[in-house]
């Protein structure tokens, strides 16, 4: 089992930024990438961007290129995901996932891939 743990989401003006953070604990070794996907009310999950632990390749949505950055820290078993340039429409909740070894051949953009998942963290963008 992974635990995961968000923090950092709030309530900020649009053009702002935030910063997210995901600490994972417990059966880590058995995951090769973290994801950050996001979700609105009556909307599907929506992938966000991912990092392999191990070369840190990252993967990101189209709509968040350019301003956000996902990065690790391998030794405190984190991964945060920055966000600058901030739009009303970033507003979402914002959860961390894991992958298993098992599911590694599935697409890094997909929500299949991901077995483990956190609470989430609410973004508010104000226009």
């Known amino acids: 089992q992974v635990q995961l743990v968000e923090s950092g989401g709030g309530l900020v003006q649009a053009g702002g930024s935030l910063r997210l953070s995901c600490a994972a604990s417990g059966r880590t070794a058995n995951s090769y990438a973290m994801g950050w996907f996001r979700q609105t009310p009556g909307k599907e999950r929506e992938f966000v961007a991912a990092?392999?632990?191990?070369?840190?390749?990252?993967d990101y949505a189209d709509s968040v290129k350019g301003r956000f950055t996902i990065s690790r820290d391998n030794a405190k078993n984190t991964v945060s995901l920055q966000m600058n340039s901030l739009k009303p429409e970033d507003t979402a909740v914002y959860c961390c996932?894991?992958?298993?070894?098992?599911?590694?051949?599935?697409?890094?953009?997909?929500?299949?891939?991901?077995?483990?998942w956190g609470q989430g963290t609410q973004v508010t963008v104000s226009s």
């Open positions: 996932a894991a992958d298993h070894s098992l599911t590694q051949r599935l697409s890094i953009m997909t929500s299949k891939r991901y077995i483990y």
């Open positions: 990092i392999t632990w191990g070369t840190g390749t990252t």
